[in-house]
């Protein structure tokens, strides 16, 4: 049973962690790909120009997601996803200066997670399989998006980013909550060698990641599992963690998905804000 929850913001559709949803301070959202305006292999809610759709849809999008939100569009942060392991702390000096808001979001950071404790920035991260991941430090109100593809998550990206919380903000592992949206599940990722040799043995038990397939050096692979892991390597209590439970490839019908669709296919944004007095 998913442990997110469907949810509506005007014509938007998006999946929400209830246990995030209680803290008042905060805003987030898993979107899916319907409401938008794009058409074709990018139908409907695409934020990417990336892969070929047309930059008024996605334009478009953008807008309509800062209303639906009651957000400006000045507000979102998007990284440049780099599938590595380099984190961002906003702080006010790292704030990009944007003189008047863009159609579409710049992407401000080469990166793979944002972290920030300050109210008002709406961090986000764009994804079409790989996993998105929010960590929320509860007490010391410190938020992060992360992007976990399977180089990142070979990189420990999620256990470094609470390192992150940890040495940076003095959060407690039992104080941060983490909601981990739709990527790709095991029962559409099949991966080579390659992936199998990163991820295998990187800790004990690395074989409960993997299905064998019947073909030589083919497997398939639960990324979001190995993500959860590597949280609760670092302490954060498994009650604390929250996962979609739903394949990207699977459903058609909601999420984009570059390997079932080749690349030829959108991009859905997920992010997290903390509130300002006036949101």
């Known amino acids: 049973m998913t442990e997110l929850r469907y949810q509506r913001a005007g014509v938007i559709e998006y999946l929400a962690a209830p246990a995030l949803a209680a803290c008042g301070f905060l805003v987030h959202a898993f979107l899916t790909r319907r409401g938008g305006f794009s058409r074709g292999n990018y139908g409907s809610l695409n934020f990417s120009c990336r892969e ?5 849809a996605v334009a478009s999008n953008w807008q309509l997601l800062a209303r639906s939100f009651n957000l400006d569009p000045a507000q979102f942060v998007v990284m440049q996803q780099v599938h590595g392991d380099r984190i961002v702390v906003i702080a006010d000096a790292d704030r990009p200066l944007v003189p008047a808001p863009a159609a579409i979001p710049p992407e401000a950071y080469a990166c793979d997670a944002l972290v ?4 008002g920035i709406a961090i986000g991260v764009k994804t079409a399989d790989c996993v998105p991941l929010f960590l929320v430090d509860r007490v010391r109100h410190v938020i992060a998006a992360v992007h976990a593809g399977w180089r990142g998550t070979a990189l420990d990206i999620a256990g470094q980013t609470v390192d992150t919380f940890l040495a940076l903000f003095s959060s407690r592992p039992e104080d941060i909550l983490a909601a981990v949206g739709p990527a790709i599940g095991a029962c559409c990722y099949e991966v080579d060698a ?53 394949c990207t490839s699977c459903r058609r019908d909601s999420f984009y998905s570059h390997r079932r669709d080749r690349g030829l296919t959108g991009r859905h944004f997920n992010f997290l804000m903390l509130k300002t007095s006036s949101v």
């Open 52 to 56: 070929g759709d047309r930059p008024e």
């Open 116 to 119: 920030t404790d300050r109210p």
């Open 194 to 246: 390659v992936v199998h040799q990163a991820l295998y043995s990187y800790e004990a038990g690395g074989e409960s990641f993997f299905r064998p397939r019947a073909e030589k050096d083919r497997w398939m692979l639960d990324l979001a599992m190995v993500n959860r892991r590597q949280l609760e390597q670092r302490g954060i209590p498994p009650e604390n963690i929250f996962s979609a439970n739903q």
